[in-house]
């Protein structure tokens, strides 16, 4: 048993546990649910965000706990998409059924950033962050580019050496994304690549300058109004 765990509850999760023990069956003395919930980044806080109710049937001697439903309900909590189709024999009542569909995350660009940033408040205590100037972020990526090169590049080699059974979906996502990639020689990817940094650096430059004189002009403004 770990002593030095400690479980962060979110209001929702109290909410819950009491619209459930006032929904309970008038026999009933108690609820049984599960507690949903991620480890935190340092592995000695457990924080729970959600909850729902598992049904039993209690005794004076036992309390049978319905696995099978909480089953189901972890399953249903777990992000999934379903769609329902219609079922049966024609002329009788018809039935619907709930089939699988496949689920993707997508994110505009500005939804990105933003979760890009939240990510990053995980490994402050404060749960703060800093907003980051544009060339900041221009080398985090390109850093991170990097290092997932570096992955790529290792898995073809293992592949090319045998060492690693080679993915035809892998394969056909590296010949479309190589494909996407504009031919231009090294010394005209290297003049666009510095054109675009001396624009990003001028209008850093001006951002900066502008704030600048706003500053200079609210303190002359006061000394001014003091006079």
Do not use: W
Request: glycine fraction near 4%; include cysteine.
């Amino acid at each position: 048993m770990a002593l030095n765990l400690v479980a962060k509850v979110h209001p929702v999760v109290f909410f819950t546990i009491v619209d459930s023990y006032e929904r309970r069956n008038p026999d009933a003395h108690r609820v049984i649910g599960t507690l949903l919930g991620t480890i935190g980044v340092d592995k000695g806080a457990i924080e729970i965000t959600n909850c729902f109710c598992v049904p039993h049937n209690e005794s004076k001697e036992e309390v049978a706990v319905e696995l099978d439903f909480a089953k189901d309900m972890y399953e249903l909590h777990r992000f999934q998409g379903y769609v329902s189709a219609s079922m049966g024999v024609p002329g009788r009542t018809p039935g619907t059924m709930f089939a699988p569909i496949p689920v993707e995350v997508i994110s505009y660009l500005p939804e990105i950033v933003g979760t890009n940033a939240t990510q990053k408040s995980k490994y402050n205590r404060q749960r703060l962050v800093e907003p980051t100037t544009d060339l900041h972020q221009i080398s985090e990526a390109t850093q991170n580019m990097e290092a997932t090169l570096d992955i790529l590049i290792a898995y073809v080699d293992d592949v090319l050496s045998g060492k690693v059974q080679a993915d035809n979906y892998i394969g056909r996502e590296l010949t479309r994304m190589v494909n996407q990639v504009p031919k231009m020689s090294a010394h005209d990817f290297e003049e666009m690549l510095n054109t675009n940094m001396k624009d990003l650096l001028m209008v850093i430059y001006l951002s900066q300058l502008t704030k600048v004189n706003v500053s200079l002009n609210e303190k002359l403004t006061m000394l001014v109004a003091t006079q």
